[in-house]
């Protein structure tokens, strides 16, 4: 508080009293009549005051003084008086002491320096106690209008601005001074202070503190980023900051507290309802091991009811399995550790045995002493039992309870270390079924699965006692045969096994006979691992397939390689089928019998691999026609056709019909006619440009279907030829009926006509009913003038062959032929 109080009787003109106000720099003056206080006067009452009549400024100060003065105990807090100054609205306290005699004056800037309210000056930022509407008035403005715009906005300074100059600031203290000394109708831009000092708003309210101390100011402007006015900060925003933020952290505090309290009371309530609910047995004994607590599980896995087992110690449930030296371990681990965890075996009210997964768990007190003992067990005996399980389905098909290929491979391993060490063989037979699918396709899964049950049973009463047999999914199974002097025993075996299985089979109302393919291949002479020996038996069994089946066959070594030679072939195809690389299109020359004019081609596909190097159709038409890729490359080879005619109309160049050759995979395609239409759009090609060659086995089944197809590509433009006529089946029947151009005499007629009479009548034969059917004929294979002279006594009309031409690339048949077309 201010001491030494300053007073003056209240007759004392106004601005004698301010002067000494202004002196002393106090903010206020006890008025005193007869040495007794009759009022207060401070330095907020100027802005009440009319600076523009400076007689008014020397009125008695008794006339102008508050006359309520309101006190505060010497004895009281800061904290009180703090809270006081917001709820009166006051600037000033008269300090009195307990016979209400004055002992000073408190300010709002005493509470603010000596209340210690460093911790709350630090932690806040000035943006959030500053006023956010401070009073900016310009400096062309009079005291008096100051004065009266200071009353108005209840605020104790403004900032003055004025052109060319730093910001000043005028205070209530100010304005003490101009009662003191009238500066006249000077205005209030050449009396304000300047500079006027600054903060950021970001900066702490401990360093606006230290600033308004250092500085003896009592406001500072608050200035953001863009250098605008948006606050100003003196000792009272500070003052009611603080109360705010107390009343706040009370706030916060009590509800915390409550909070906590209804999250404990929660936490209690919850895990009551969770021990309750809990699945797990719950246990807890005191010191001693005397039960106290269990929980519903408990009494649902034992049978015992809390009142049968409390003050009762857990031994009530032990099972005699264990041995002393087992509950001996677990109570050194809870001494030494403070838990155990085991597996534990123990026994129900009623005596029977389970298996619990226990966990027990030592409760100490703050001085580290045992007071309880938790302990969570579960009932696992139906998890071991589960587990066994799993573990026997990993090991055992599930269907027939046969070995399944790990356990079929484990066996194998040890047989083979077994034969190493004793010099013997042993034989593993890989047996597939035959047409097993027909019999789940029409039959049904159910018996199919009854299938495999029956023959599982049957092979396994052929095999025998030292023998394994397993199955490796679907209708394979495997045999293992160790011990084995001559290889002469593993074939007498399967022959039993073929026997077996090819006995008729009875399920279900249903009679039906199934065979099996088997192969047999040798420990150590056909392989030293159990991959290789698996591998060359499936190879084996696969040949046996394609060799009649219902037999067996022995692995062979030579006939392996060329299946691997094919199956790399077939690899190497599926990539070119993908990508094209390497695929070229070689063009025959067709010719008129009589004229030699150039009739036609003949597209034929040429494959050159960088591995297999150049490969005759011969070798990979039939391993595209297996493995299916004779699709793709069938579309390849249209492409390309389709596209060369493109290119040599645009040239220019005189073309004729190219036929390529359809296998009966491409032919029976549902969507055939389309994708050729596709194919001719694409290309911008005319009718009668590309022409299709079938065998005749493609049309001798569903001849009607085979119709709709062939008039079809007859409506596209294609002339359809067959082609090798006379080496297949032929029937006079589908000539008449399908809608064909041209017959293909094939090449072996034409080369035997001039030393097998049979060959001539075959050729007059075919040439005479082409003729009568208005069918053109095109004989293949003409390799010599002669044949070409014997051709020409039949109504043969044209002639292709190596004797007239040779299959060549394209730009090749272009320079040799095409001109003459």
Same mark, same amino acid.
């Given at each position: 508080m ?5 007073s ?5 003109p ?6 000494r ?10 008025v ?10 401070? @330095?907020?009452d100027c ?5 523009a ?8 100060i008794?006339?102008?003084?508050i ?5 505060i105990?010497a ?7 703090a809270m006081r ?11 009195v002491?307990e016979a209400q005699?004055?002992?000073g004056i408190?300010?709002? /800037?005493?509470?603010?320096?000596n209340?210690?309210?460093e ?11 500053m ?6 008035l ?7 209008e100051?004065a009266?715009?200071?009353?108005f ?13 730093a910001?000043g600031?005028i ?13 006249g109708?000077?205005?209030v ?6 500079p006027?000092?600054s ?9 606006a ?8 100011v ?7 980023e863009? @250098? ?9 925003e500070? #003052? ?8 706040e952290d ?17 936490n209690?309530?919850?895990? @009551? ?6 699945l ?8 001693q091991?005397?039960i106290?607590?269990v ?6 896995m ?10 009762r110690?857990p031994?009530?449930? /032990?099972?005699?399995?264990h041995e002393?030296?087992?509950?001996a371990?677990?109570?050194h681990s809870l001494?030494?550790?403070g ?6 075996w ?6 029977q ?15 580290? $002493?045992?007071?309880n003992?938790a ?7 139906h ?10 389905l ?13 356990l ?9 270390r ?34 495999? #049950? ?8 052929r095999?025998?006692? !030292? +023998? ?13 045969l ?7 025993e593993?074939?007498h075996?399967?022959?039993?096994l ?18 099996g393919s088997?192969g ?6 056909d392989?030293a ?7 060359n ?27 691997n030679?094919h199956?790399a072939?077939e690899?190497?195809l599926r990539?070119?089928a993908?990508t ?7 063009y025959?020359?067709i010719f ?23 490969v ?12 299916g ?11 390309k ?17 190219v036929?390529?050759?359809?296998s009966?995979?491409q032919?029976?395609?549902n969507?055939?006619?389309?994708r050729l239409a596709?194919?001719f759009? $694409?290309h ?5 440009l ?5 065998? @005749?086995?493609?049309?001798? !089944? ?11 590509l007859?409506?596209l ?5 067959i ?6 089946y032929?029937?006079l029947?589908? #000539? ?6 041209t017959?293909?005499i +094939?090449r /072996? ?9 049979g060959s001539?009548?075959i ?22 003038a ?11 009309h ?6 007239l ?6 730009d090749v ?7 003459s077309?």
């Amino acid at each position: 508080m201010q001491t030494g109080l300053l007073s003056c009787d209240r007759h004392t003109p106004l601005d004698v009293a301010a002067a000494r106000m202004a002196e002393r720099r106090c903010s206020s003056m006890l008025v005193m009549e007869n040495d007794e206080p009759v009022g207060i006067w401070t @330095e907020h009452d100027c802005i009440y005051l009319d600076f523009a009549d400076p007689g008014a400024l020397r009125q008695p100060i008794g006339d102008l003084m508050i006359e309520s003065i309101a006190t505060i105990a010497a004895d009281a807090s800061l904290g009180e008086a703090a809270m006081r100054f917001a709820a009166e609205n006051r600037h000033h306290f008269l300090v009195v002491d307990e016979a209400q005699a004055p002992l000073g004056i408190l300010s709002r /800037s005493d509470a603010v320096l000596n209340q210690g309210l460093e911790s709350y000056l630090r932690l806040r930022e000035v943006r959030h106690a500053m006023c956010k509407t401070p009073l900016v008035l310009p400096g062309t403005l009079t005291l008096g209008e100051l004065a009266s715009r200071m009353r108005f906005t209840h605020t104790d300074a403004a900032v003055i601005t004025q052109p060319g100059q730093a910001l000043g600031i005028i205070t209530e203290r100010d304005l003490v001074r101009f009662v003191a000394a009238h500066p006249g109708q000077v205005s209030v831009g050449e009396l304000a202070t300047r500079p006027l000092l600054s903060v950021a708003p970001g900066d702490t309210l401990i360093h606006a503190r230290d600033q308004l101390i250092a500085n003896r100011v009592r406001h500072l402007a608050v200035i953001d980023e863009s @250098e605008q006015v948006v606050g100003l900060l003196g000792f009272r925003e500070m #003052l009611d900051g603080n109360e705010q933020f107390y009343i706040e952290d009370l706030r916060q505090a009590l509800a915390q507290r409550d909070q906590a309290l209804s999250q404990s009371r929660f936490n209690l309530e919850l895990a @009551e309802r969770v021990i309750d609910a809990s699945l797990e047995g719950i246990i807890i004994t005191d010191a001693q091991t005397h039960i106290e607590f269990v929980n519903p599980a408990f009494t649902h896995m034992t049978g015992y009811r809390p009142e049968e087992v409390i003050g009762r110690t857990p031994a009530l449930l /032990s099972s005699g399995r264990h041995e002393a030296d087992f509950y001996a371990r677990m109570w050194h681990s809870l001494k030494s550790n403070g838990y155990w965890r085991g597996e534990i075996w123990n026994r129900r009210k009623n005596g029977q045995l389970y298996l619990e997964l226990l966990t027990v768990t030592a409760i100490r007190d703050e001085a580290g $002493e045992t007071t309880n003992y938790a302990a969570l067990f579960s009932d696992i005996t139906h998890i071991r039992e589960n587990e066994e399980q799993v573990r026997r389905l990993a090991y055992y098909d599930a269907l027939t309870r046969l070995p399944n290929r790990r356990l079929l491979e484990d066996r194998l391993s040890l047989s083979m270390r077994h034969a190493h060490r004793n010099s013997r063989r042993l034989a593993v037979i890989f047996i597939d079924l035959d047409h097993f699918k027909q019999v789940n396709d029409s039959l049904g899964h159910a018996i199919g699965d009854e299938l495999l #049950l029956q023959v599982s049973q049957r092979l396994s009463a052929r095999l025998r006692e !030292d +023998d394994t047999l397993a199955r490796l999914g679907g209708d394979e199974f495997i045999a293992l045969l160790p011990d084995l002097d001559e290889p002469a025993e593993a074939t007498h075996i399967a022959g039993r096994l073929i026997a077996a299985i090819s006995e008729p089979f009875k399920i279900d109302g249903h009679e039906f006979r199934v065979g099996g393919s088997l192969g047999i291949s040798f420990y150590p002479d056909d392989a030293a691992t159990i991959d290789d020996l698996m591998r060359n038996a499936d190879a084996a069994m696969y040949r046996a397939k394609q060799e009649g089946r219902n037999t067996y066959r022995l692995f062979n070594s030579k006939t392996h390689v060329q299946e691997n030679h094919h199956l790399a072939m077939e690899s190497a195809l599926r990539d070119t089928a993908e990508t094209g690389a390497g695929l070229d299109v070689h063009y025959q020359p067709i010719f008129d019998t009589r004229s030699g004019a150039l009739r036609g081609a003949e597209a034929l596909l040429r494959w050159q691999h960088p591995g297999f190097g150049h490969v005759a159709p011969a070798d990979f038409i039939p391993v595209a026609e297996r493995s299916g890729l004779i699709l793709p490359l069938g579309r390849r080879l249209i492409r390309k056709v389709a596209a060369q005619q493109q290119r040599w109309l645009a040239a220019g160049q005189a073309v004729v019909p190219v036929a390529v050759n359809l296998s009966a995979k491409q032919f029976w395609q549902n969507d055939l006619p389309a994708r050729l239409a596709a194919i001719f759009s $694409e290309h911008e090609l005319p009718p009668g440009l590309i022409d299709v060659e079938l065998t @005749e086995s493609t049309l001798l !089944d569903e001849s009607q279907q085979a119709t709709h197809i062939l008039q079809s590509l007859r409506e596209l433009g294609c002339g359809v030829a067959i082609d090798d006529f006379g080496t297949g089946y032929s029937s006079l029947r589908y #000539l008449q009926d399908l809608p064909v151009t041209t017959l293909k005499i +094939d090449r /072996s007629f034409v080369a035997r006509m001039q030393t097998a009479h049979g060959s001539r009548a075959i050729v007059a034969a075919v040439t005479g009913l082409a003729h009568e059917l208005g069918l053109k004929v095109v004989a293949e294979g003409v390799e010599q003038a002669s044949q070409l002279a014997a051709l020409k006594q039949y109504p043969v009309h044209c002639v292709q062959g190596f004797h007239l031409g040779m299959p060549v690339a394209a730009d090749v048949f272009a320079r040799e032929w095409l001109g003459s077309a």
